[in-house]
């Protein structure tokens, strides 16, 4: 690969040629160096991503969110001498599922590995995780930024169990200990370092969550801890080819929270660069309350877990057929909706992004236009009536009372020019939201919504309407065209707001025209 990096500073000379590619390169690297300071930012994240199974991962006790402390503990939570624990199917194929999803590598042939240290939340005195054998391995993340498309490389993704809660606020003179969560299933993504600003960890974790979200195996809800995030970040002059010494943050309960901190951090190491003063390695914590973190403790030594393979476990195979039907389990992605829907339904970058946003909106998106070929009308119903109502009911989009089917038959109506759209989403969609089984075409005529056609008629209220105004019309002919939206009103008004207004407005033109 051309490293730009030595080819600038390996001569203090550097001839441009434009047309080179090579050169073009040069040119964006040193506008990128001279834009963004003297330092360049490099980060690298590890994601934890609370599975969504039923079940613990080495046993069948409850993973349920929000329940009485120390309610889902059996033995196997509880590391009871003599206990055994017992692999759980549904969190190795949501790691596939995951790891296909994501480009990955996976791992045939899986150990797991116990991770020994001394926790009062890990009554085991370790943690079951995997060492050498990363169940996915190679994959990459896709995230556009201002700066166009990149690929975010994924050094790994592991399955282990989760530890229990301390919890430091509840008594005035001790930590109490729930130990709901020990033994919950965790996927662990660690990333490359191959982030370079604060937008682009944002950008990435908001692809992760969405895809975790379509994916169906966590429900990413970072303020309830079913997703975290670690951020790892140092800083190097531009010239420089070695990573510097980083800073590790945790405690990061959003994806702003993230933003923030890396935001924070790339302040506080560059004042500290400038002024010579060596970055020591530790870990740090976010303060959500100030923006700004503190050291945790120093990690001058690497961690020394004492790894090796729990006996307790056999190592477990993936079979081809499991490969095949977890392939099979995975629904269209949102990248791959975004493309269908901006290059086969023509509807723009932000309609699509609305649309794949989660899986429930892409979802009834789908049932929409399964019977109706209207696209760009589809996602208008969608971006606007939908959503605000389920904005304003705090509701996801599955719930929506009334059903893609029922959708489609409005924009029919509209398209038809029965209705207009101002009173189908104001007057007639509110009556369905009620009773969601009623016919559309029904309530227009009972509530007199029905558009009027009948192009003599038409033909005589905009004749009516043109008499009265006689200056205005010269105005027009003379040239202040604008005029016609004031015409247009009139005969709305004349009607009632009854007039097929399409047909109205080529009557008008034709008339002025005369
Ligand atoms: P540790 O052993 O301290 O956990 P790892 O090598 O496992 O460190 O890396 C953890 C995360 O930190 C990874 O996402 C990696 O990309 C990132 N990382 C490693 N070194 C740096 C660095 N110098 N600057 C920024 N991120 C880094
Ligand atoms: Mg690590």
Redo the contacts with the bound molecule.
Sequence with gaps: MFDVRAAIFSSPFVFLNPVKKQNRKIVSYLRKMMGRGKYET?????VHVQLLTSSKLFCSDSTKFNAPPNTNVSPVSLAHPGTLPKMNRKAIAYAIKLGLALHCDIERKNYFARKNYFYPDLPKGYQISQHTTPICKNGFVKITTEEGEKDIRL?RIHLEEDAGKSIHDIDKNFTCIDLNRAGVPLLEL?????LHSADEAFVFLSEIRKLVRYLEICDGNMEEGSMRC?A???IRPWHQKE????V?VKNLNSIRNVKKAIEYEIERLSVQADLNETII?ETRSFDALTGTTFSLRN?EE??DYRYFSDPDLTPFFITEEMLTSVKSSIPALPAELQKKYTNNFLLSDYDANVICDDKSTSDFFESVILHTKNYKAAANWIIGPVKSFCNETNSSVADYPVNGKKIAALIKLIDDGKINFSNTSSKILPVLLQSPEADPLQIATRLNLLQNRDEEELQGWVDAVLVKMPGKVLEYKAGKKGLLGLFNGAVKKMSKGKADMQLANTLLIKKLSE
């Design positions: 490099v980060i690298g994240l590890e050094n660690v990333t490359e370092p191959d670690d790892n970040i140092s990573l510097g010494t980083k590790e390695q990690k690497a961690d």
